[in-house]
């Protein structure tokens, strides 16, 4: 009897671990995934294309749905970091992914301090440079706690709800129209590719691909055994990114129809923060700078965490704590470049977006590869079939997505 005891505990002891590791890696993907780019392109193209963006958003949800269903099962297969996968599969191709990956991650942490600074402006009007500063050092003194991996955990959970619940109550006060938005959302007047290429980037390209998978991984849970669980916890990332994204569109689409002008015409201009502030005064700019805040501080970590986790084809031995060290080095090198740049402009921060949406088909590629030829690495698990055809599709749309977007991205540069 008291062994039967023991068992039941250590399974509902096991249970309990495997949920909070699914719900933590949930969140580092959606929390990775909602950062200042991700607001700003929202409201900017809430602005332009008003209800018709809603069709935008449910393309990007089907398309992020296939990718990470996609890279969460492989990872979760092969228990190997996505480099060495791409590594193990074409020798070589690995090295590239990291290169890519590290130096997106890069750009994109550069923007998210950025967008730290200015969420602790609108929030208690604090200098840009010095609200990046404290923030890229928060993140950096949260990797070098010993407690770092509970303390990630525990931040993103909360700070995500936070930042649904704070939405939507500027979703209230905004009435948006969600019938014609609802409509448009699946009949849409007109599309615009341009605005789903940066979206899917800025949701699912880059880094974010992988930070949810990655995370798993350094909690155990990987192999065929897991393959359940890990592919609800795919959809559920996905659902909550999805779901932030339409209650933001929402909430500023409510303030646009409302007949209320939101100048996106500077770089300067900040579409968001424009629209709380109509909806809620100055309440209104608070929140906003909560949020934004938040999406920045969460998607320094996220950005840094993953980034380093593409380390391992160069030093495959390395420890935990000489990652923490490297995660570090990474943040502050990201500080230090906005720093000396001044500001990290809304230019930046598109680039990054479009930037990582040009890294997501090579990625996805091998990972497509591996599905339909190298079940070897899966401990020959049967992969289903509707999931590569439609990762194939994916995978197609995104080279040509990002075929005819390229010379725009680079030209944010200029």
């Known amino acids: 009897m008291h062994m039967e005891n023991h068992s ?62 996609n890279i969460w099962r492989v990872v979760s297969l092969t228990k190997m970091y996505s480099s060495d996968i791409a590594n193990a599969t074409i020798p ?90 609802l409509k448009q959302t699946v009949l849409p007047s007109s599309v615009d590719f341009a605005s789903i290429t940066t979206i ?14 990655h995370r798993l991984l350094d909690k155990n849970m990987g192999g065929v055994q897991n393959i359940k669980p890990v592919a609800s916890a795919a959809t559920r990332g996905i659902i909550v990114v999805g779901l932030m994204r339409y209650i933001l569109f929402l909430a500023i689409l409510g303030v646009v129809a409302s007949g209320v002008t939101i100048d996106i015409s500077s770089y300067a201009a900040n579409p968001a923060s424009q629209a709380f502030q109509a909806a809620l005064g100055q309440l209104g700019l608070r929140i906003f700078g909560l949020i934004l805040w938040a999406a920045a501080l969460t998607s320094i970590i996220g950005a840094a965490y993953t980034s380093m986790t593409f380390i391992t084809p160069f030093k495959p031995s390395i420890t935990v704590r000489q990652r923490q060290m490297a995660t570090n080095i990474f943040i502050i090198s990201s500080l230090a470049i906005y720093l000396i740049m001044g500001t990290a402009p809304v230019a930046l921060l598109v680039f990054a977006g479009g930037f990582n949406g040009l890294v997501l088909p090579l990625g996805l590629t091998i990972f497509i590869y591996i599905g339909w030829k190298r079940a070897d690495l899966m401990a020959g698990y049967h992969y289903p079939r509707w999931l590569l055809w439609s990762g194939l599709v994916v995978c197609l749309i995104t080279w040509y997505m990002g075929a005819m977007s390229v010379v725009t991205i680079f030209n944010y540069l200029k």
């Open 8 to 69: 039941n505990s250590t399974t509902v002891v096991f249970v309990k671990n495997r949920r909070a590791s699914l719900i933590s890696a949930i969140f580092l993907m959606a929390t990775s995934a909602i950062g200042p780019g991700f607001i700003t392109q929202t409201a900017t193209f809430t602005v332009t294309l008003g209800s018709a963006f809603g069709f935008g958003i449910l393309a990007s949800i089907i398309i992020d749905f296939v990718v990470q269903q």
């Open 200 to 213: 899917v980037g800025g949701t699912v390209g880059g880094y974010i691909s992988y930070a949810g998978a």
């Open 92 to 181: 070589g191709s690995g090295y590239l992914l990291a290169i890519l990956i590290i130096f997106g991650g890069l750009v994109f942490n550069i923007g998210n301090i950025a967008g730290a600074g200015l969420g602790l402006n609108a929030l208690v009007g604090l200098d840009p440079k010095w609200g990046g500063a404290i923030s890229a050092l928060m993140s950096v003194y949260i990797f070098s706690s010993h407690k770092a991996s509970h303390f990630i955990d525990r931040l993103m959970i909360g700070f995500g709800l936070l930042m649904i619940a704070l939405t939507l109550f500027v979703l209230f006060a905004a009435h948006p129209p969600i019938g014609e938005a």
